[in-house]
């Protein structure tokens, strides 16, 4: 089955998802059972939200933004002018929305989607999150460390914080001064004056965070990889991991890493029906070792790891990363894309 990208519901029963081949599921039993909405694209889907029950849309690669307005029965392409990907969309009004993605792109429309228009800045990062508090105030995150702000709908940006080798890939506030941008290697970061100061409440022990969600200024929750969950009542000083029971897998496995191809990081998820030493080593397409990525113990349940290109100074091409645990090795193939 392929991935699932993204999920938006609202309210306890009815929900969309979306991922590869064009994906589009819907629920409406608190997704108990899913069914096939038909998408008109085979491209990957990226994100998807809903403005009510009826009026949604989803973005996807090469430019692609659909729009439903009866609860997903049909969807229409919209004309994004972009053939990047494109991987948030964030409404604000039923004719305001921001989408951003590859390449910097960052897309705006005032009526619905008839038009989107590029809000140039001057960064080439993947756009891979956005959240605007009205029509002219709003923040962008991405690939390279960065969270850029305006107050002109777009017409100017400012960079406010530089994290270098991070993925920044979720940004929330509960108003305009406060807020939390989530990323990979435990990164948390949080603002109460509106993004003029990032203070860092994060640790690598987190692992790959990817998502926010808070109800109020002081309440979140952050997930991400291997099942992270985070939760904090104090406005993110600290946060708590729940107690999550897990079935220890009954055997061996390593997935596909996510995404492929990628560029510059990727991850892998991998299962461990036995505590023992793991390594997992990196290989060219000829054979030949070009790194190790770790060598340690681990114990039996659910795991990941993070290739990151730019540490290992990778080039363009294909690669192999094998696993090696208790005298069982598994070998899957990646691609590199710069």
């Known amino acids: 089955m392929d991935h699932l990208a993204s999920v938006s519901f609202i309210d306890v029963q009815t929900g969309w998802a979306v991922g590869g081949s ?37 973005t996807g690669d090469d430019g692609v933004i659909l729009k439903t307005t009866n609860g997903g029965n049909t969807w229409g392409a919209q004309n994004s002018t972009s053939i990047y990907n494109i991987k948030s969309v964030f409404i604000i009004d039923s004719l305001t929305l921001w989408a951003v993605g590859q390449a910097g792109t960052i897309l705006k429309t005032t009526n619905g989607g008839v038009n989107w228009v590029l809000r140039p800045i ?6 891979l999150s956005c959240y605007f508090i009205d029509s002219q105030t709003g923040w962008v995150v991405g690939t390279e460390g960065r969270i850029f702000k305006t107050t002109t709908g777009g017409a100017t940006w400012l960079l406010q914080s530089f994290t270098e080798n991070r993925f920044l890939y979720d940004i929330e506030f509960t108003d305009a001064q406060t807020g939390w941008v989530v990323g990979n290697y435990g990164t948390i970061l949080r603002t109460t ?9 994060g640790t690598p022990d987190y692992g790959y965070l990817t ?27 600290t946060y708590l991991k729940p107690e999550i029971q897990n079935e220890t897998p009954a055997s061996i496995s390593l997935s596909q890493n996510f995404p492929n191809p990628f560029n510059p990081s990727t991850v892998v998820n991998y299962a461990l029906p036995a505590s023992g030493v793991v390594t997992v080593k990196l290989y060219n397409i000829q054979g030949r070792e070009v790194a190790t990525i770790f060598n340690e113990f681990r114990d039996a349940g659910n795991h990941s790891f993070f290739i990151d290109a730019t540490k290992y100074g990778l080039s363009s091409g294909v690669y192999l990363y094998r696993l090696t645990t208790g005298g069982t090795a598994i070998t899957r193939k990646m691609v590199l894309v710069r």
């Not at 004056?193 to 409440?201: C, K, P, R």
């Not at 109020?216 to 993110?236: E, M, R, V, Y």
């Open 122 to 127: 001057a960064n080439t990062q993947t756009m």
């Open 211 to 237: 998502t926010l969600d808070f109800i109020d200024a002081q309440t979140g929750w952050i997930a991400g990889f291997s099942g992270a969950i985070l939760k904090t009542t104090n406005g993110g000083v």
């Open 22 to 58: 064009g994906r589009i599921l819907k629920t409406t039993n608190k997704g108990a059972n899913w069914d096939t909405q038909i998408s008109g694209t085979p491209k990957w889907l990226n994100s998807v939200r809903f403005l009510d029950a009826q009026t949604g849309w989803v």
């Open 193 to 201: 004056n509106g993004g003029e100061n990032w203070i860092s409440y």
